[in-house]
Antibody, heavy 121, light 113 residues
Framework: EVQLLESGGGLVQPGGSLRLSCTAS????????MSWVRQAPGKGLEWVST????????YYADSVKVRFTISRDNSKNSLYLQMNSLRAEDTAIYYC??????????????WGQGTSVTVSS | DIVMTQSPDSLAVSLGERATINCKST????????????LAWYQQKPGQPPKLLIY???TRESGVPDRFSGSGSGTDFTLTISSLQAEDVAVYYC?????????FGGGTKVDIK
């Protein structure tokens, strides 16, 4: 069974850092793009970042560019999101999602349950 | 950026009736070299992550009931639920994956009338 399990969320002060992780199972991890998508409380879905299967290509929303870094370790079937200089507006549930193709140009066919990030003093 | 606009914001439909959700993009998401529309539809039930329903604008994901169908091309797309069931109560999102930044529509909430 294809599964994604996020971890690393929590409460952090403005300006702080957090590292999210997503562990994948049930598919050939290195063959697929992986993304982070977030959802602020009561709001819609917002794409954050995508990384290609090899990890060579990365893409970011303007709202997180420079502050967030996406990476993956294909030997560990793991996806990461390093979040620095966090702001109140980064408060959201962060979902890890598997692409149905190798790069960003495919739908997201498997989603994790999400991990909650709250940025507040 | 490609902006995705969904309409209506919400709708209430009687059980067994048709529900139609529209999605419009500010530029075409049809890739001419392969004649594919880079458009997906997702369903999100309360307290759950999104679930992929439709990709390439009209291809149903494995396991998705055939009452869900997608249509359209270029900049105008539609998700149709042919006979609404109680378990279809959810928010539905369209998303373009033609180019980055990937963008979602604002969502359409579907309820039972």
């Amino acid at each position: 069974e294809v599964q994604l399990l996020e971890s690393g969320g929590g409460l952090v002060q403005p300006g702080g850092s957090l590292r999210l992780s997503c562990t994948a199972s049930g598919f050939t991890f290195s063959s697929y793009a992986m993304s982070w998508v977030r959802q602020a409380p009561g709001k819609g879905l917002e794409w954050v970042s995508t990384i290609s299967g090899s990890g060579v290509s990365t893409y970011y929303a303007d709202s997180v560019k420079v502050r967030f870094t996406i990476s993956r370790d294909n030997s560990k079937n793991s996806l990461y999101l390093q979040m620095n200089s966090l702001r109140a507006e980064d408060t959201a549930i962060y979902y890890c999602a598997k692409g149905s193709g190798y790069n960003y140009d495919s739908g997201m066919d498997v989603w994790g349950q999400g991990t909650s990030v709250t940025v507040s003093s | 950026d490609i902006v995705m606009t969904q309409s209506p914001d919400s709708l209430a439909v009687s059980l067994g009736e048709r529900a139609t959700i529209n999605c419009k993009s500010t530029q075409s998401v049809l890739y001419s070299s392969n004649n594919k529309n880079y458009l997906a539809w997702y369903q999100q039930k309360p307290g759950q992550p999104p679930k992929l329903l439709i990709y390439w604008a009209s291809t149903r994901e494995s396991g998705v009931p055939d009452r869900f169908s997608g249509s359209g091309s270029g900049t105008d797309f539609t998700l149709t639920i042919s006979s609404l069931q109680a378990e279809d109560v959810a928010v539905y999102y369209c998303q373009q994956y033609y180019t980055t930044p990937l963008t979602f529509g604002g969502g359409t909430k579907v309820d039972i009338k």
